[in-house]
């Protein structure tokens, strides 16, 4: 099975960037969709960002033009640049992964990380 594990959360102020990686296990990375979703306490799931298998990326329209999506097969890689970061960012986020069409919706994806914790003070 693909195993996923993100890294890169944090305690950040409003305002500050950080990235976030996500790592899969299998070398048919390249094969997959992936996507980021979070959540909150009390919240429920929401998407943030999926990039397909040649390239194309969606999001959220509440994190447009602050955060991007991208890849890298060479080293089975998923990163997510949030910039600009406000305190309703503040969430679990997970990646996940999976030959899917519907690259934004959560129940498309079979695989899942642990998710991390991104923190945002104001």
């Known amino acids: 099975q693909v195993q996923l594990v993100e890294s890169g959360g944090g305690l950040v102020q409003t305002g500050d960037s950080l990235r976030l990686s996500c790592t899969a296990s299998?070398?048919?990375?390249?094969?997959?969709?992936m996507g980021w979703f979070r959540q909150a306490p009390g919240k429920e799931r929401e998407f943030v960002a999926a990039?397909?298998?040649?390239?194309?990326?969606l999001y959220v329209d509440s994190v447009k033009g602050r955060f991007i999506i991208s890849r890298d097969n060479t080293q089975n890689t998923l990163y997510l640049q949030m910039n600009s970061l406000k305190p309703e960012d503040t969430a679990v986020y997970y990646c996940?992964?999976?030959?899917?069409?519907?690259?934004?919706?959560?129940?498309?994806?079979?695989?899942w990380g642990q998710g991390t914790q991104v923190t945002v003070s104001s």
């Open positions: 299998e070398g048919t990375f390249s094969r997959y969709a």
């Open positions: 996940a992964a999976g030959l899917v069409v519907a690259i934004e919706k959560a129940s498309s994806y079979p695989y």
């Open positions: 990039v397909g298998r040649i390239g194309g990326t």
